[in-house]
């Protein structure tokens, strides 16, 4: 399947809750998608993503907190799904889009290929790690994620197949915090 196929599965799902994206494609993928106040959209730090997501879980713990991450970005920071695991938050959803390459620099291969990320998660103590390669299952696994306790980690194989016509995120990092704290605060 495409990103972007994974992507609408997704959003299909998606409400009010915050979602944390990691740096490069994902962000404008998402962005020219379905853009929303509620996006944080990580513009330049790679391998943040998914401690801000842990940061806003926390702290919100009534509403899921979601991250969309990328497979260059977990493994840069590996460490990062020892500390979810570790703080346990029920309501975190980790999403990773795996095209086992780093795609918006020019997709040069990453190590996805052979470590199976879903296997990390949980060996961290992720609650559930899930593995999807077919588009009909990121529906019901991800409908099923949200409803469940946390941590969960949903793996989505995706081609790499990312379209450089897509739009980029036209907000300022300003902007973003601004709109996405508002989100935060009026859920
Ligand atoms: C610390 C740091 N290193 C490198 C980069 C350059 N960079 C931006 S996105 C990216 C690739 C991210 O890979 P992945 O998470 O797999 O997402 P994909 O691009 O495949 O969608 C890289 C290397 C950066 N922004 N920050
Ligand atoms: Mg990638």
């Known amino acids: 399947m495409k990103g972007t196929e994974a ?12 979602v944390i994206h990691a740096n490069g494609y994902i962000c404008r993928e998402s962005f020219s998608l379905k853009d929303r106040e509620a ?20 702290c919100k713990p009534e509403q899921k907190t979601i991250i969309f991450d990328g497979d260059g ?10 500390m979810i695991a ?9 999403v990773v889009f795996d095209n086992q390459v780093y ?3 020019g997709s040069q291969r990453s190590l996805s290929n052979v470590i199976a990320l879903e296997a990390v998660a949980k060996s961290s103590g992720y609650r559930e790690a899930v593995k999807v390669t077919r588009k009909e299952e ?8 949200m409803q469940s ?4 980690f949903l793996l989505i194989k995706v081609e790499p197949a990312f379209n450089p016509a897509t739009g980029r995120v036209t907000h300022t990092p300003e902007e973003i915090k601004a709109r996405f704290m508002r989100a935060l605060s009026n859920p």
């Open 149 to 152: 306790e946390g941590p969960s």
């Open 86 to 94: 570790a703080a346990a938050p029920k309501n975190l959803v980790h």
């Open 7 to 18: 992507y609408q599965e997704l959003l299909s799902v998606i409400g009010d809750e915050p």
């Open 39 to 58: 996006n944080f959209y990580m513009i330049g730090s790679m391998g943040l993503a998914s401690s801000i997501g842990l940061g806003v879980a926390l």
């Open 73 to 82: 970005n977990v493994l840069m920071s590996m460490g990062t799904l020892a």
């Open 103 to 105: 795609e918006s620099t």
């Open 138 to 145: 990121v529906k019901p696994v991800f409908e099923k994620l």
